[in-house]
């Protein structure tokens, strides 16, 4: 992993298809994301005291943590839940191209 980088993966659901879509593109072609994968999922929580149980969409967002409270920022921008599930893990090792990409993909102005 290149020096002074800290790339991560956040996770963020939403309520459907399109404004999982609409969400990974704004982050891509903003360039706070390399890449973002979308895939359907079904969440059970609890929220205002009662159990839910939700089909969602995943947003898996491909990222250079450095960023991190701007993508934040812009993600609740971007959102219609109330607390969306935004939460970020760093990405311990991976394949050095990879990373390298992510790093010379993510530049938010």
């Known amino acids: ?5 800290q ?4 996770f963020v659901t939403a309520e459907s298809e399109t404004q999982a879509r609409s969400i990974a593109s704004a982050l891509v072609k ?4 390399a890449c973002v994968s979308l895939m359907p999922v079904h969440s059970v929580y609890t929220w ?3 159990v839910q149980s939700d089909s969602e969409w995943q947003l898996l967002i491909k990222t250079d943590l450095a960023y991190y409270s701007q993508l934040e920022t812009r993600i609740n921008e971007l959102h219609s839940y109330d607390v969306p599930e935004i939460i970020a893990l760093p990405i311990q090792s991976g394949l ?7 790093g010379e ?4 102005e």
């Open 7 to 10: 790339y991560g993966v956040v």
């Open 48 to 50: 205002e005291n009662e």
């Open 1 to 5: 992993m290149s020096e002074n980088k």
């Open 96 to 102: 050095a191209p990879y990373l390298n990409w992510i």
């Open 30 to 33: 903003e360039k706070y994301a």
């Open 105 to 108: 993909t993510v530049s938010p």
